[in-house]
């Protein structure tokens, strides 16, 4: 495990958001980041690359592609002690990203809501984030994955060493949080649908 040198930050629940990016950046972590959590970063003097610079795709379909990128998802898949892999993302101009911040489009919240409209509830069925999330998990070796916002200040205590690292136990108890996390996310949306469909 190496430095955590890259960290891509997108959340609908900006909880806490601020003094954590901005612990990053003063550790020297590049933050990559999205709309409106771009917008509230720069807002508090964070420094911030949008996703689109690093992709060098924009963002489009409304919103719904913004993520759904090689760059992304090569940068996060790329296990870094296999030198095909490195080799490859090199190849392609691929950056490592080394830590994920991600929580999702709030489905559970849109759909608790009086008389919402379905199409509503459909454009917040999220698919970058959850997809950002098994990436980073699936790699979590090299890639801190962060999905809760109470696990802020646990991590930045114990990057506060000089390899601004976490040990292999925290970033595997994240990346199961994760699954947990998405599996629960799915569940609610196959719930509404089948509702819907059932018209419940």
Avoid: C, W
Wanted: glycine share 8%; charged share 30%; no cysteine.
């Amino acid at each position: 495990m190496a430095k955590i040198k890259r960290a891509l930050i997108s959340v609908s629940n900006k909880k806490g958001l601020v003094e954590f990016a901005r612990t990053l950046a003063e550790k020297g972590v590049e933050i990559l980041s999205t709309g409106g959590t771009a917008k509230a970063l720069r807002d508090a003097g964070i420094p911030v690359k949008d996703v689109s610079e690093h992709t060098g795709s924009p963002e489009m379909l409304d919103g719904r592609v913004k993520t759904l990128h090689p760059r992304i998802h090569g940068g996060l898949l790329s296990r870094r002690d296999n030198p095909k892999d490195m080799e490859e993302i090199k190849k392609h101009g691929i950056d490592t990203i080394d830590m994920v911040v991600v929580n999702l489009y709030p489905f559970e919240e849109t759909i608790s809501k009086e008389g919402v409209a379905f199409a509503d509830a459909i454009e917040n069925i999220d698919i970058g984030g959850p997809a950002m999330l098994r990436s980073a998990s699936k790699n979590f070796q090299d890639v801190a994955v962060i999905v809760d916002p109470a696990d802020y200040e646990k991590i930045i205590n114990e990057m506060k060493g000089p390899n601004t690292d976490l040990s292999y136990e925290t970033r595997l108890e994240l990346a199961k949080k994760v699954f947990r996390h998405t599996s629960r996310y799915d569940a609610i949306i196959a719930d509404y649908l089948t509702k819907i469909t059932e018209g419940k």
